[in-house]
């Protein structure tokens, strides 16, 4: 009788819980993006600056116009393959895409990116168990067991879980919306769910 009784209360708990749905983390992410494009804004602009320098495609573009200029005043009409050639072998445009835009430059500037975004992230997850997205719409992440806050290892897990959503075409977040609990996989990775603020412990 009292085993029961048990299993009666545990089953109102879990019919209490309101999991937070596929749209209204999908808002909550439009959300968070309009916020980081703004705010880190500044912040990107510089490391493009500091990384890559002070050219611009508009310097580039005007240089080898004067150049073609140049050549077509001496008489110098280039046919389409000619014209290739000319682009492929002008210095200002492999100074630019290989020296000022290489790989390595463009692989620390979006690291340096994702890091920035990754810590402001993990600092709200962190005290306020949400995103400045999920707080508007009252939801939080907690433990899918306790319901209470996650440890630091749940948040970091559930970070680099993000890589695991996002590679197979997103898939990981469009799980979401078949998951009876509302889980994406780096929610099943870190073990964690996102509820109504009211269905979470305080």
């Not at 495609?57 to 000619?82: M, R």
């Not at 020296?99 to 005290?127: E, P, T």
């Not at 970070?159 to 996002?166: D, H």
Request: charged residues 20%.
């Amino acid at each position: 009788m009292i085993y029961n009784k048990k299993k009666t209360i545990e089953k109102k708990n879990a019919n209490n819980i309101e999991y937070a749905s596929f749209h209204a983390r999908a808002i909550a992410a439009v959300i968070d993006c309009a916020i980081v494009a703004i705010a880190f804004m500044p912040l990107f602009y510089l490391t493009n600056k500091i990384i890559f320098g002070n050219i611009l495609p508009a310097d580039i573009i005007n240089a080898v116009s004067q150049d073609l200029i140049a050549q077509s005043k001496n008489g110098q009409n280039l046919n389409y393959q000619e014209f290739i050639e000319f682009i492929k072998n002008n210095d200002e445009l492999n100074e630019y895409f290989i020296v000022h835009h290489g790989l390595l430059k463009s692989l620390i500037n979006q690291l340096i990116q994702v890091f920035s975004i990754a810590i402001i992230f993990l600092y709200f997850w962190k005290k306020k168990q949400a995103t400045l997205g999920k707080m508007c719409l009252s939801i939080k992440i907690v433990d899918a067991k306790t319901l209470g806050k996650p440890t630091n290892k749940q948040l970091i897990s559930r970070m680099l879980g993000y890589i695991v959503s996002t590679v197979p075409l997103l898939l990981g977040f469009f799980w979401i919306s078949f998951d009876p609990r509302k889980q994406g996989w780096h929610d099943k990775i870190a073990g964690t769910v996102v509820v109504k603020t009211k269905s979470a412990k305080k």
